[in-house]
């Protein structure tokens, strides 16, 4: 018996899910801090995943005080961040190819829906070297508010010409899980950092390893003798 429902299409996350990007993110925010003085926790950066940059603006307002030099902030890790992936690259997350070669062969629609904005996004993209492999993209300035409310999925559905019912979506962060279940569609976790508390997993529909675990039930293929 398939462990999904019937669906028409499928909704990706970015940051986190289809690319390691938050990675990148959180060293140039170290590397920043560190310059200017400051320290900024691993833990700390893991609370940011999947936040749109308001929220993240509050809590690094939270976590350093008001009097933190935001500006010279933001500047030096945009300045470290680009000299990273300019050397580095940008990673796609294991299974990544295979889920999109998947969703390409079966003619599957597909979409990306990202909190970030479209230009970080595309940029994003090109970095890994996909830039091309995604049609339609939804991001947070096509959209009144930003995951976690529904918004950015019902749009991506809408892209897609299916109702939200009818779409899978993929997800890595409580921000994310929460958005689709605003959205009241069926979601599937493959976390990008642990779930200490169980609030993830409360919300998934469907909790998995990796894209490639994802690419075998997408084909009938899982064994979900051990879950997650």
């Known amino acids: 018996m398939s462990l999904l429902p019937d669906y028409n299409a499928i909704?990706?996350?970015?940051?986190?899910?289809?690319?390691?990007?938050?990675?990148?993110?959180?060293?140039?925010?170290?590397?920043?801090?560190?310059?200017?003085?400051?320290?900024?926790?691993?833990?700390?950066?893991?609370?940011?995943s999947g936040l749109p940059f308001s929220v993240i603006e509050l809590k690094l307002t939270e976590y350093f005080a008001e009097e933190f030099p935001f500006t010279e902030f933001y500047a030096l890790s945009a300045e470290f961040w680009r000299s990273n992936v300019e050397r580095e690259g940008i990673a796609v997350k294991k299974g990544g190819y295979d889920l999109l070669t998947v969703l390409q062969e079966t003619q599957t629609p597909f979409c990306l829906a990202t909190n970030s904005p479209e230009f970080n996004a595309r940029e994003c993209l090109q970095y890994a070297g996909i830039e091309n492999l995604f049609s339609i993209i939804v991001c947070r300035d096509h959209v009144q508010k930003p995951k976690p409310a529904a918004d950015i999925f019902l749009r991506?559905?809408?892209?897609?010409?299916?109702?939200?019912?009818?779409?899978?979506?993929?997800?890595?962060?409580?921000?994310?899980?929460?958005?689709?279940?605003?959205?009241?569609?069926?979601?599937?976790?493959?976390?990008?950092?642990?779930?200490?508390?169980?609030?993830?997993?409360?919300?998934?529909?469907?909790?998995?390893?990796?894209?490639?675990?994802?690419?075998?039930?997408?084909?009938?293929?899982?064994?979900?003798?051990?879950?997650?």
């Open 156 to 228: 991506a559905a809408a892209k897609m010409q299916q109702p939200i019912q009818s779409c899978l979506v993929v997800e890595d962060s409580l921000t994310g899980l929460l958005a689709a279940n605003n959205a009241n569609a069926f979601s599937i976790l493959i976390p990008s950092s642990p779930d200490v508390d169980g609030k993830m997993q409360a919300l998934a529909s469907i909790v998995l390893n990796d894209l490639f675990e994802l690419c075998l039930l997408l084909q009938g293929k899982y064994d979900n003798s051990n879950p997650v």
């Open 11 to 48: 909704i990706l996350d970015m940051d986190g899910l289809i690319l390691d990007t938050e990675s990148t993110y959180f060293t140039a925010w170290q590397q920043a801090a560190f310059e200017l003085g400051y320290a900024m926790s691993d833990v700390f950066c893991t609370s940011l």
